[in-house]
């Protein structure tokens, strides 16, 4: 699963729009998840965390730090998709969210849920920047990115 398909111009939209978000990574981690669980409310049962938890989400104290998390991580891997020809999550952090993705009953359909709402959360977050190019760039960047998790999502041993 190599990075190609993803190009300069591709690379220099996502680095260009990941720079001005950034410093709010952690507001728009946050309503990256906002988003995921408003377009599939079901998926709240995947997140431990969330299972039974009955405070708000902005309350949530393992959301926040999730989120964002996992909001950096994506773009990042993004960022630096075309300069390593591949995705660049170390290859144990890979197997353990492979791992993590199958035991909590992760489905092909769920990464189009979180492309979505990835989509949506960057085009809130720079209207000004957004194009048809940068949504395929980003879109190419998800995939890539999922495609990877989801070769590792089999049983731990």
């Known amino acids: 699963m190599e990075g190609k398909g993803f190009t300069e111009e591709q690379e220099a939209l ?3 729009s990941w720079n ?3 410093r709010n990574s952690q507001e728009l981690g946050l309503k990256f998840f906002k988003k ?3 377009i599939a409310p079901a ?8 299972k039974d938890s009955t405070v708000p989400l902005g309350e949530n104290p393992k959301l926040k730090p999730h989120a964002m998390a996992v909001f950096v991580m994506t773009c990042e891997s993004a960022v630096q998709l075309r300069k390593a020809g591949k ?3 170390r290859e144990s952090n890979l197997k353990r969210l492979g791992a993590t993705h199958f035991k909590a009953g992760v489905t092909a359909e769920h990464f189009e849920v979180t492309k979505l709402a ?3 959360t960057i085009k809130e977050a720079v209207p000004e920047m957004w194009s048809p190019a940068m949504k395929n ?3 190419e960047a998800h995939d890539q990115l999922a495609e990877a998790i989801k070769s590792e999502m089999k049983p731990s041993d």
Do not use: G, Y
């Open 137 to 139: 760039a980003w879109e």
């Open 87 to 89: 995705v660049t999550v």
């Open 43 to 50: 998926a709240q049962q995947l997140f431990s965390f969330l």
């Open 36 to 38: 995921i669980l408003e």
């Open 14 to 16: 996502v680095v260009k």
């Open 118 to 120: 990835l989509l949506e």
């Open 20 to 22: 001005e978000m950034k």
